[in-house]
């Protein structure tokens, strides 16, 4: 029996967390569709399946523009180079991630005729995420409704996600609730002896950019004494503010910052405990694979998918300055330093949380197992959705 043809439309698979669920996506989706991956950018971070093909649309720099008349002339070349491949291939399923890829989507697979199956998947919280561009708010205003609800289906990573984009964007067509997929193994890899110790790691994950907000873990370990260390694995437009701050604070022999790395999950086993530090997100990866190896998490409880992680979407109040001993981890408010501080602190002082923790995160993880989130994904491509 021939394999239905699915098209993956994407803007690249760099080191961001949507590319590292689509990487994870793919190779299952290779095992049951004749998989097509399409990229705006012919920039690759993650090791993919070798029976996939892969076509380029552009290079990063047709991405990166910031001219919003050169990023429309970008996107003309992408719809015409796009729409000529859709119509040679006649996909029966083409998915999408990330607003860009969406837009497109909803643009071209509508004229196609026969006419694929359009899914489209959104990944970020988009109230919270364009709140400080007016322009890029404007786009979405008018884009999202006029093209995404072009599309079939759409799914997200948040109920939160879901409800913004009917409330706030007019998007009219089913959506789904598809949670980010991770790898876990069997026993959990982390290990700790939860005794106080002469020195307290810290570790955060994530591209250096102003919605992952590392300097609230500086800002953070101003609070604290010498023996805390923070390691930031990423890169991105604010490495250099990282360092000045570090450095104008007398902070940099406890901070580390190796740039963009592969081997995540070393970098998690060598540290305490795990904090996310975001104002906004779609839904955090990484703080999903820290628990998956049994580290201790503390975490803002930013738009979306914390709290959903954590404390299973049950509302909370935390007071300023303070911290919420959620199911699961650690939470607290964004841009809120004295709370984080008191956080760690805790977690060094108090074993027997840590331990608590250690076991509840790797038990809540196994939820978001990769096979149980492609079982959802297949479904989704595979069946008709009301």
Known sequence: ?????????????????????ISLLLKHLVKDFDVT??????????ELPKNLKIIYLGKPEMVEITSPLLKLKGMATFVYKYRAIAKKEKFDIVMSFLALPNIINGLVTSRLKPKPKTIISERCFPSKMYANNNFAMKVA???????????????????????????????????????NPI???HHKPYQDNYKTTDNFKVVSVGSHTPAKNQILLLKALQ????????????????????TDFAKDNRLENQIVLPGSVKNVKDYLLENNCFVLSSNTEGF?????????????VISTNCMSGPLEILNDNEPINIAKGEFYLAKYGILINTEDDMALSKAILF?????????????????????????????????????QIN
Not at 37 to 46: C, E, K, Q, R
Not at 362 to 370: G, H, P, R, T, V
């Open 1 to 21: 029996m021939n394999k239905k043809k699915l098209c993956v439309l994407a803007i690249s698979l760099s080191s961001g967390g949507a590319e590292r669920v």
């Open 284 to 296: 955090p990866n990484v703080l999903l694979e820290a628990m998956a190896v049994g580290l201790p």
């Open 37 to 46: 991956l399409i990229l705006l950018s012919n920039n690759i971070f993650f």
């Open 223 to 242: 609070h604290l004494d010498t023996t805390y260390t923070l390691t930031i694995p990423g890169a991105g437009p604010l490495t250099n503010d990282l």
């Open 141 to 179: 205003k008018t884009f999202y409704p006029k093209f995404y609800n072009k599309a079939d289906v759409l799914f997200s990573n948040s109920l939160h996600i879901n409800q913004d984009l009917k409330d706030n964007f007019g998007i009219k067509i089913p959506m789904k609730l598809i949670y």
């Open 347 to 383: 977690l060094r002082n108090n074993d027997d949380q840590r331990k608590t923790y250690s076991e509840l995160g790797f038990q809540k993880a196994q939820n978001f197992s990769l096979p149980k989130i492609y079982d959802q994904v297949k479904y989704l491509l595979n069946h």
């Open 183 to 185: 790898e876990i193994e």
